[in-house]
């Protein structure tokens, strides 16, 4: 059984790093074909696409966060992690880490997934406020 789940600090301070994991079990997270996602939905608004580490490693960046993003993975601990540099009470929201149901075949044909369906295993998401 194929699970994801969040983990990170609640709180975070404005102007610092927001960081958090997500610990896959039941699948491997390094075959090339998987695409494992962070997605945030703040709070009365809808599902942002944040960006997205293959299984062998690539990452894709949302332009307008792609500048304070880094994607990462550790593939001893099977874990994916996100960090978020410089945060406001903008980024105030329920985090998600997501894998893209869809195989990855390549950059040259990959676009992010933006529909719920088009995700196969969501983990529980992760509240994360930026407040002093």
């Known amino acids: 059984q194929v699970q994801l789940q969040e983990s990170g600090p609640g709180l975070v301070n404005p102007s610092q790093t927001l960081s958090l994991t997500c610990t896959v079990s039941?699948?491997?997270?390094?075959?090339?074909?998987?695409?494992w996602t962070w997605m945030r939905q703040p709070p009365g608004k809808g599902l942002e696409w944040m960006g997205v580490?293959?299984?062998?490693?690539?990452?894709v960046y949302n332009a307008s966060l792609e500048s304070r993003t880094s994607i990462s993975r550790d593939t001893s601990k099977n874990q994916i992690s996100l960090h978020l540099r410089s945060v406001t009470p903008e980024d105030t929201a329920v985090y998600y880490c997501?894998?893209?149901?869809?195989?990855?075949?390549?950059?040259?044909?990959?676009?992010?997934?933006?529909?719920?369906?088009?995700?196969?295993?969501w983990g529980q998401g992760t509240q994360v406020t930026v407040s002093s």
């Open positions: 580490i293959t299984g062998d490693g690539i990452t």
């Open positions: 997501v894998r893209d149901g869809r195989a990855f075949l390549g950059l040259k044909y990959y676009t992010p997934a933006t529909r719920p369906d088009e995700f196969d295993y």
């Open positions: 039941g699948v491997s997270i390094t075959p090339s074909y998987y695409a």
